[in-house]
């Protein structure tokens, strides 16, 4: 799906009704949930996934879609056309725009759309639910790379690009992918929870930039500010329905541990309402087949070791180095 920087594209229900309500939602019993015909995973980010199982689990997860309730549909369009008339999205500096639209391509990212439906629901967001920061952040979030090697622009074009932001958009837009990355590995979220007691006492965080692995520092106020950048990022990665079925969706795995590990140390500033899925409910709507049943048995646990393996193995392909230090006062 090609689409233009300069055109913003039409939410997907679930993420009106995120945007709405700033609250991530479980739409189990209004939606039916089915497989896309003819998915195809390599139009995905997710195209440089190797290994049969790997690809498999990826493809039973990301490739489905919700049919919507029609009389659920209208209600959250009705309360996502209310948030826009109450919420004007800002201006995006013509000249960003112009380096978005000519100088990256914005052609792939999820199953449902492309790269740029997912920029612009955080990016709305964020404008809402996030109003003390500026939602370019969000808007360009993944522009120096994804967690699965895809890149939206070359790292030559770096110095262009830094001149069209201010010091804190430039800050956490360079940080993102490489915080992306240490959030899906173990340690960093295990460190984090280790220290709770102490987090007050974190004056910085060092790693490296996904794109070119230069060093990093970030100070520990703009840190916590990224992890809830992260965690909105996170929503559009939730399973859409039947959230007892899902647990181990590692993307669900990993804002459930944030949402929780922010909430814990009094650091989440974003509104991001949520429930723990009812583990006993029965899930509606969404037929599974065998392969798909079996991948909804993979221990929670052995899914986030997969997971960190994989973006280890990632970032081992293009020399960026998964080392990160915690600076304590």
């Known amino acids: ?59 039973t997860r990301v490739g489905k879609e919700p049919h919507w309730d029609t009389d659920a549909a209208q209600r959250v369009q009705a309360e996502y056309d209310a948030a826009r008339q109450a919420h004007a999205l800002p201006p995006v500096d013509p000249a960003l725009m112009r380096f978005m639209v000519e100088e990256c391509d914005f052609d792939v990212e999820h199953a449902d759309g492309s790269f740029l439906d997912h920029l612009y629901f955080c990016f709305e967001y964020g404008t809402q639910h996030f109003a003390e920061h500026s939602p370019i952040v969000l808007l360009l979030h993944s ?18 690009l830094r001149k069209l932001m201010t010091e804190f958009e430039w800050t956490h837009v360079e940080a993102f992918p490489s915080a992306l990355r240490l959030l899906y590995d173990l340690p960093l979220r295990r460190e984090l929870r280790a220290n709770v007691a102490r987090l007050d006492t974190l004056q910085s965080v060092k790693f490296n930039r996904v794109i070119d692995n230069a060093p990093i ?36 795995i990993i804002f459930r541990d944030l949402y929780g590990l922010l909430g814990t140390a009094g650091k989440r500033s974003a509104t991001i309402d949520y429930a ?21 048995k993979i221990p929670v646990g052995l899914s ?11 970032s081992e392909r293009i020399g960026h180095s998964m080392d990160y230090k915690l600076v304590w006062g």
Do not use: C
């Open 1 to 59: 799906m090609k689409q233009n920087a300069e055109q913003r594209p039409d939410p997907s229900l679930h993420r009106k009704a995120a945007i709405a309500h700033g609250r991530a939602f479980d739409h189990a019993g209004y939606v039916r949930i089915e497989p896309i015909p003819n998915f195809d995973l390599d139009r995905t980010i997710f195209n440089t996934l190797e290994g049969a199982a790997s690809r498999f689990v990826m493809r």
């Open 143 to 160: 522009i120096l790379g994804t967690g699965t090697n895809t890149f939206a622009m070359e790292a030559s074009k770096i110095p262009a």
């Open 217 to 252: 520092t970030m100070s520990a106020e703009d840190f916590w500010v990224q992890l809830n950048f992260q965690l909105i990022h996170l929503i559009d990665f939730l399973p859409v329905a039947n959230w007892s079925l899902h647990q181990n969706d590692t993307a669900f």
């Open 276 to 296: 723990p899925a009812d583990l006993g409910r029965a899930p509606k709507g969404e037929a599974q087949s065998l392969g798909a049943w079996l991948t909804t």
């Open 304 to 314: 986030e070791k997969m997971a960190s393996k994989s973006v280890r193995r990632f």
